[in-house]
């Protein structure tokens, strides 16, 4: 789109119409093609609405609320028409009531040598010199191509003013320097200042605002740039060869460029324009998400990779090394999907000559770089966690330091937090011990390939043989627990029946869990990698189980020596035991049972997790993603050391208040992307696609939930009768539309279909007969 210019296309009206480049700040309008007389008008600046500005760290200010970007684009346009230094209706007097038309339209006469426009029955028009009348009302004229004809009055559509004795010859030259001054994209600016209080405004009183002068020339040009516009003004009246126009409404313009008023059509608007790409991810403005980093925080992140200050260098033993005497040789399994970019935590395992299994979960530990209350500490509360998008991701802490600084790497030595587990033959925790550590992480694998691992069953993977057989071990051990005792309240029965909780302990909560990959996230038809993960795949549930394990061995340290610490919890006491016996195990029950657990938090002693099946629980594996976490971290290793603990039980409260804020929005930003991502993987795929899926749930009558299992999103269809929650069916996606969040799903159903045989000889009882297809 050129400068200011009008992007056109044979069938549609002109995109910017309503919306042009010039409003926008960010992109640098190229130099204007008009003429000087053009530039009084000035530029309208960036949009404060819009909230593209950025401080002097490059961040984004404030929020982009993209459901009102219409409205906030008129606010805007009101602010420009209040702080403009030069108003040009302040030139001209502009009445505002129809009972000045007659005012305006002053009556005119033809006469020799006047300049005027007219029609010809070919409806094209031309300008013409008068020269004499022809008849009583009709005129003698010589156009533009030195024709000489006779006209009736009422094709005249216009009379150039400011000229008395026009020659025809030169009527060529007159056009050709109208047209170095026609560019409709000016007309935007005329809309601007006079559709506030609907005035109205003739072809020279526009002359006047929009080019500073209502000479012949501009004038005429004014007639033609009102005459041929069919966006921003409307003819209300003409009398004696003048026109009076009115800017059309806002909602007008939309509507007769097909454009309804919604956030939608805003954003499409703008990226047919292209000011946005395709799939620009608007949740990043909205939700104000801090994408890059302050040179402050950069440098201070340098200086910690250039000069090691290790707050616990006197105290690590090794793992893996085998040269000190509290050392063990050891493998080290990392396990993660393909393309980690944080690598946090690590497992090891070895069995004891008594039989039981002992257990190592090694943390990376980025507090021996990062003090509390430090800016990178600050930082890094500031953001709560790292986001993950399926185009992008934005850790908590700057980039290089945390991949190089703080991750497990493959063949490195690593500073970690290990806590080993020795494990009772009914999976309960014997002892635990949490100590400073340095590794050496012997394989980084994916999901895939240690599941693979675990099929083939080597003998030199023996360690990993027994981190399975242990997570089997612990997840039958958590779903044996009974905490139906705690969990009972003191109720009067002559008012409330007591509750009747789950007896059991831990609750299985695998799911289906989609995730995708995005290359060239601004083409317009970018690459997409769909990863569909079973959460009951045996290395997801190992890893699983080891996290969950470290947890609550973390919560036990944390109540055996009265540390403050951010407990998680669900006490789970208003849950029927027989509330989702009804319904299939698998994604159904999980879906129910996840869409009532609400966590809790305490910071001074454990509560029980009942979902996990725990007596209590710290997150405590992910301190370079986590913001949680790495608070866990700062106590732990406060009381290892011996000192006093950094925080409160108060200011942890809160610390995780603001944070939990932050992860919140984090949380909705990445579902809003992966689901928006989804969709456009759909809407890619050949129609007539089948699909399978499960009813998660019945929302009314036959209007179910469904799981589309090869994809991992969630649809509302329409199942036929008789279908309950947990049937599995065939789908195909009749409608998916990204932007606008739509999503049709549509439920095969076989037919039966009357066929008669063509085949000579064929019984007739079998030609009747009716196939089900």
Request: hydrophobic share 40%; net charge negative; aromatic share 8%.
């Amino acid at each position: 789109m050129s400068g200011g210019g009008l992007l056109r296309t044979a069938c549609n009206p002109p995109l910017s119409g309503f919306l042009s480049l010039r409003f926008f700040h960010p992109r640098r309008r190229r130099p204007s093609a008009l003429s000087g007389r053009h530039r009084n008008l000035g530029h309208a600046s960036s949009l404060p609405s819009l909230v593209f500005r950025l401080d002097r760290h490059g961040f984004i200010e404030r929020s982009c609320y993209v459901h009102s970007l219409v409205e906030s684009v008129m606010e805007e346009l009101a602010v420009i028409r209040a702080t403009r230094r030069i108003r040009a209706t302040a030139k001209v007097g502009l009445p505002s009531s129809n009972e000045l038309f007659d005012a305006k339209l002053e009556k005119k006469s033809l006469q020799k040598g006047l300049l005027l426009e007219f029609r010809k029955e070919s409806q094209k028009t031309l300008l013409a010199v008068v020269q004499k009348p022809d008849g009583k009302k009709n005129w003698m004229v010589c156009d533009q191509n030195g024709v000489i004809c006779s006209i009736k009055p009422q094709q005249v559509t216009y009379v150039v003013p400011g000229i008395e004795d026009f020659d025809h010859t030169d009527i060529s030259e007159f056009v050709q320097k109208a047209q170095g001054l026609l560019d409709p994209s000016i007309l935007e600016c005329a809309w601007i200042e006079l559709s506030e209080n609907k005035r109205t405004v003739t072809a020279e009183e526009l002359a006047e605002i929009i080019y500073g002068s209502k000479e012949s020339l501009e004038s005429y040009c004014s007639h033609l740039l009102l005459s041929r516009d069919d966006i921003y003004f409307n003819v209300v009246d003409s009398k004696a060869y003048c026109s009076l126009y009115e800017p059309r409404p806002s909602i007008q313009i939309l509507k007769a460029m097909g454009l309804m008023k919604t956030s939608s059509t805003a954003v499409n608007l703008l990226i047919d324009i292209g000011y946005f790409p395709v799939h620009v991810n608007l949740d990043l403005f909205k939700f104000n998400i801090h994408t890059e980093y302050s040179e402050e925080v950069m440098s201070a992140a340098e200086n910690l990779l250039a000069v090691s200050n290790d707050l616990d260098e006197l105290i690590y033993f090794g793992l893996t090394l085998g040269k000190q005497e509290r050392s063990y040789i050891l493998k080290v399994y990392a396990i993660d999907v393909d393309d980690a970019d944080e690598l946090d935590d690590a497992l090891s395992a070895t069995r004891l000559p008594d039989g039981r299994i002992k257990l190592w979960i090694h943390v990376a530990d980025p507090t021996c770089l990062v003090a509390p209350h430090s800016i990178l500490d600050r930082e890094a509360m500031r953001r709560g966690t790292s986001i993950f998008l399926p185009t992008a991701t934005y850790p908590m802490f700057p980039e290089k330091l945390a991949m190089e600084g703080m991750s497990l790497q493959q063949g490195k030595l690593c500073r970690a937090v290990s806590v080993s587990v020795t494990l009772s033959q009914d999976g309960s925790i014997a002892d635990f011990a949490i100590e400073n550590s340095i590794i050496r992480p012997t394989y980084m694998l994916t999901y895939e390939n240690a599941t693979e691992l675990l099929h083939l069953n080597l003998e030199e993977e023996a360690a990993l043989r027994i981190l399975s057989e242990a997570a089997l071990l612990r997840f039958q051990w958590r779903c044996d627990q009974d905490w139906s005792s705690m969990d009972r309240l003191s109720l009067e029965s002559d008012i409330l029946e007591p509750p009747n909780p789950i007896g059991r302990g831990a609750i299985d909560t695998a799911t289906i869990d989609p995730r995708i990959k995005v290359a060239n996230p601004d083409d317009p038809e970018p690459s997409i990698t769909l990863y569909v993960e079973d959460q009951s795949n045996p290395a997801m549930r190992l890893v699983s189980e080891m996290m969950i394990l470290c947890g609550e061995v973390i919560a036990t340290f944390g109540s055996c020596n009265n540390i403050s610490l951010p407990y998680r919890g669900q006490p789970q006491s208003n849950i029927s035991a027989s509330a989702f016996s009804h319904l299939p195990e698998g994604p159904a029950r999980s879906a129910a049972y996840l869409k009532i657990m609400a966590a809790e938090m305490i910071f001074r002693n454990p509560i029980r997790h009942g979902l996990l099946g725990l007596p209590g629980y710290v997150q405590f594996t992910s301190p370079i993603r986590r913001y949680i976490d790495l608070l866990a971290h700062y106590q732990v290793k406060a009381f290892i050391r011996g000192e006093s603990l950094p925080f409160s039980a108060g200011e942890l409260e809160g610390m995780t208040c603001l944070v939990n804020m932050h992860v919140r929005v984090a949380k909705r930003l990445q579902s809003n992307s992966l689901r928006y991502w989804l969709l456009e993987y759909l809407r890619r795929q050949e129609r007539g696609r089948t699909f399978s899926a499960m009813i998660l749930r019945l929302i009314k009558d036959r209007t179910a939930a469904l799981l589309l299992t090869e994809v991992g999103v969630q649809a509302i269809a329409i199942v036929s009768a008789g279908k309950k929650v947990g049937d599995e069916l065939k789908v195909t996606i009749d409608e998916a539309h990204p932007r606008d969040d739509v999503l049709s799903v549509r439920e095969l159903l076989y037919e039966c279909r009357r066929v008669t045989s063509h085949l000579t000889g064929c019984p007739q009882e079998i030609q009747n007969s009716t196939y089900l297809f």
